[in-house]
Nanobody, 115 residues
């Protein structure tokens, strides 16, 4: 079955960097667009970035110029490079694929930006 497993979260100071990973299995990863979302405490889950199967990318305005989404189809892995992190980036980060008309989510990884 479809499985997404995020990793790479942690505590980082403002201005720092983190790279998140999302290991995918159970489907042909290279054929699907992949997305990152995030959910801060008490808030809705918000879209962060998308990468298509052909490698085109799109970003939320709040992260444009600071975050980079990428994929390694040979490793069935999605990445999110996060630079110049701000306290408002604190959230649980999720990867998502739309498979069989349904959204499939990972369990999430916590990112905390604090001094």
């Amino acid at each position: 079955q479809v499985q997404l497993v995020e990793s790479g979260g942690g505590l980082v100071q403002p201005g720092g960097s983190l790279r998140l990973s999302c290991a995918a299995s159970g489907f042909t990863f290279s054929n699907y667009a992949m997305m990152w979302y995030r959910q801060a405490p008490g808030k809705e889950r918000d879209w962060v970035a998308t990468i298509t199967s052909s490698g085109s990318t799109n970003y939320a305005d709040s992260v444009k110029g600071r975050f980079t989404i990428s994929r390694d189809n040979a490793k069935n892995t999605l990445y999110l490079q996060m630079n110049s992190l701000k306290p408002e980036d604190t959230a649980v980060y999720y990867c998502k694929v739309i498979y069989g008309l349904l959204s499939r989510w990972g369990q999430g990884t916590q990112v905390t930006v604090s001094s």
